[in-house]
Nanobody, 125 residues
Framework: VQLQASGGGLVQAGGSLRLSCAASGLTSSNLHMGWFRQGPGKERELVAAITSGGSTNFADSVKGRFTISRNNAKNTVYLQMNSLKPEDTAVYYC????????????????????WGQGTQVTVSS
C-alpha cells in the first residue's frame, strides 16, 4: 500500500502548480483524502480535504486559491494551487483515512491510515 505524491517544484509568486497523490495497493475511493503541509519551522497543518463522496474543506489561508479533486478511476487525488504566495512554501503531504472528522480536528498523524512521502513546493518572491 502506497501513496505517491508528485508535482512539487519551484515557482514564482502568482504562479500555479498541481500536486498529485496516486494510491496503489488499495482502493482509495472508499477513503477520505487530504493534503497537509509543513513549512520551515512550522507545524504540519491541513491544507485541503475531500470526502469519498467529493465534499471538500479548505484552510482559510488557501480558500479561493486552491482546489482539491479526486479521480477514483485513477485512484488519484489532486491539489490545484493557483496564485501561489511565498508563505505557501512547504513540504506537502497527502494522507488517506476512514474518518473525515480526523482531517478537520486537531492534527494527529496516527489517525490517518496512509501517508505519502511528501513533495517540496517552493514559491519565490
Amino acid at each position: 500500500v502506497q501513496l505517491q505524491a508528485s508535482g512539487g517544484g519551484l515557482v514564482q509568486a502568482g504562479g500555479s502548480l498541481r500536486l498529485s497523490c496516486a494510491a496503489s495497493g488499495l482502493t482509495s475511493s472508499n477513503l477520505h483524502m487530504g493534503w497537509f503541509r509543513q513549512g520551515p519551522g512550522k507545524e504540519r497543518e491541513l491544507v485541503a480535504a475531500i470526502t469519498s463522496g467529493g465534499s471538500t474543506n479548505f484552510a482559510d489561508s488557501v480558500k479561493g486559491r486552491f482546489t482539491i479533486s479526486r479521480n477514483n478511476a485513477k485512484n488519484t487525488v489532486y491539489l490545484q494551487m493557483n496564485s501561489l504566495k511565498p508563505e505557501d512554501t512547504a513540504v506537502y503531504y497527502c494522507a488517506a483515512g476512514r474518518y473525515y472528522s480526523y482531517f478537520l480536528g486537531s492534527y494527529d498523524p496516527s489517525r490517518f491510515d496512509y501517508w505519502g512521502q511528501g513533495t517540496q513546493v517552493t514559491v519565490s518572491s
